[in-house]
Antibody
Framework: QVTLRESGPALVKPTQTLTLTCTFSGFSLSTSGMCVSWIRQPPGKALEWLALIDWDDDKYYSTSLKTRLTISKDTSKNQVVLTMTNMDPVDTATYYC????????????WGQGTMVTVSS | AIQLTQSPSSLSASVGDRVTITCRASQGISSALAWYQQKPGKAPKLLIYDASSLESGVPSRFSGSGSGTDFTLTISSLQPEDFATYYCQQFNNYPPLTFGGGTKVEIK
């Protein structure tokens, strides 16, 4: 069974750096074709893709946020970490991690999400 | 960046109705389009990938079609559990990966 679970702080202050961890099981991120993405959703708004890391350690970022984002993986721990610098209240959202298998071109398994509020 | 425009943004329908949601891409994306269902407080759930392939375990009343720039998600007979928000998403040309703005399906 494939599962993903996000973890991180529920509250961060403006200008701080957010670090989120996605811990997964049931697949290996060293297997060809496997990818993990981070996606967020502000309250009442649409989904927004943030970043993707693939089995070959290639990394892709949102065009508008790429200067603030870093994605990395620890294959031995089955974890993907996202850092976002200079947090602002507009970054308040539920943050999801999700798996992609490149043959399907879709996010087939999602974590439950973690709500992050940016407030002083 | 490829923009995805969903229409309508919301609709009201009755149980048993046939419902169609459209997603238009700002440039051709072949068939690299997926559809998701999201219920309040829950993570999105994959319904359709590669424009028309039904994800395992998804009821057959859901279907997808289209290629290039125009895509549709059809629910052949709306069930009570189908009231939710639906999103399209493209995976053809990235970064960035993009989602549509969503279509909320409400009870009439």
């Amino acid at each position: 069974q494939v599962t993903l679970r996000e973890s991180g702080p529920a509250l961060v202050k403006p200008t701080q750096t957010l670090t989120l961890t996605c811990t997964f099981s049931g697949f290996s991120l060293s297997t060809s074709g496997m990818c993990v993405s981070w996606i967020r959703q502000p309250p009442g708004k649409a989904l927004e893709w943030l970043a993707l890391i693939d089995w070959d350690d290639d990394k892709y970022y949102s065009t508008s946020l790429k200067t603030r984002l870093t994605i990395s993986k620890d294959t031995s721990k089955n974890q993907v970490v996202l850092t976002m610098t200079n947090m602002d209240p507009v970054d308040t959202a539920t943050y999801y991690c999700a798996r992609t298998i490149m043959t399907t071109h879709a996010f087939d398994i999602w974590g439950q999400g973690t709500m992050v509020t940016v407030s002083s | 960046a490829i923009q995805l425009t969903q229409s309508p943004s919301s609709l009201s329908a009755s149980v048993g109705d046939r419902v169609t949601i459209t997603c238009r891409a700002s440039q051709g994306i072949s068939s690299a389009l997926a559809w998701y269902q999201q219920k309040p407080g829950k993570a999105p759930k994959l319904l359709i990938y590669d424009a028309s392939s039904l994800e395992s375990g998804v009821p057959s009343r859901f279907s997808g079609s289209g290629s290039g720039t125009d895509f549709t998600l059809t629910i052949s007979s709306l069930q009570p559990e189908d009231f939710a928000t639906y999103y399209c998403q493209q995976f053809n040309n990235y970064p960035p990966l993009t989602f549509g703005g969503g279509t909320k399906v409400e009870i009439k």
